[in-house]
């Protein structure tokens, strides 16, 4: 992060609150996050040096940042500020970078891959389509290829290039409800114990993911009602007023 946070900031990062509220339904205790967390701050320096350290905020307190937020059996809440980022500004802010240092980098589209020599299982050379130029790969300066493959489709891709591999796919599901909830993210955890993050866009509350497995093909993927009420019952946990309106848009990933 702080090699991004050179080269791009202030353009993509943002500096965004964290509240993790700590009550009986909680799988950790309030130790344990303190125990995490403070060997966090100490390992991401950059992060810290330009936030601060986490802190507590007491049952008072978070009922005035949060008037929406449960109130019965919340003690308090553990707060981070973390720097956030839009994935479509830096992906632009990648590609400019790319065109403009031709001598220091070079964008190749995966379909546009003709062959790959590897050695030891690592790629050491790409050959384009169209052209009689060789791609060289060097790890002198650290790993100068990524291959951003992403999601279920990773082993089709990968089997291409001549690399194996093999992965449990699971499905990651967000819903989207319409309004403004809280002042600030707040990270939760659903009856299974997995975490749930509430992200406050500008009207909408952003809610997931969801962590389930799928069987089939990712082409004929459809949100199962199971994840959406799942979902919808962890962030009516975390609301005063225990109303949401219907989810209206949801998001979906593959893991």
């Not at 009550?23 to 936030?51: C, I, M, Q, W």
């Not at 169209?130 to 990773?154: C, E, I, Q, Y």
């Not at 959406?228 to 109303?243: P, R």
Request: net charge neutral.
């Amino acid at each position: 992060c702080s090699r991004w946070l050179k080269l791009f900031y202030p353009q993509i990062f943002e500096g965004r609150l964290n509240l993790i509220p700590i009550g009986p339904e909680t799988p950790y205790s309030l130790a344990s996050f303190h125990a995490l967390l403070t060997r966090y701050d100490k390992l991401a320096k950059v992060r810290s040096g330009n936030f601060g350290s986490h802190f507590f905020v007491n049952r008072t307190a978070l009922a005035e940042m949060e008037p929406n937020l449960r109130r019965k059996n919340i003690e308090g809440a553990i707060a981070i500020r973390e720097w956030t980022v839009n994935p479509a500004v830096l992906m632009n802010k990648l590609a400019q970078e790319v065109f403009v240092y031709t001598d220091m980098a070079k964008r190749v589209e995966i379909e546009d891959i003709e062959s790959v020599k590897i050695s030891n299982g690592v790629i050491e050379e790409i050959s384009v389509y169209g052209t009689a130029s060789r791609v060289n790969v060097s790890n002198d300066r650290g790993p100068l290829l990524v291959v951003n493959a992403t999601g279920p489709w990773m082993k089709d891709v990968c089997a291409r290039l001549g690399v194996p591999i093999d992965y449990q796919l699971r499905t990651g599901v967000q819903a989207e409800f319409l309004g403004e909830f809280f002042r600030n993210n707040i990270v939760t955890f659903g009856k299974d114990g997995k975490y749930v993050a509430c992200l406050q866009k500008k009207g909408v509350l952003q809610v997931g993911p969801t962590n389930s497995d799928f069987e089939g093909h990712p082409d004929n993927f459809t949100p199962s009602d199971r994840d959406i009420e799942y979902l919808t019952e962890t962030a009516l946990n975390l609301l005063e007023e225990k109303q949401l309106p219907s989810y209206s848009y949801v998001k979906y990933g593959f893991r």
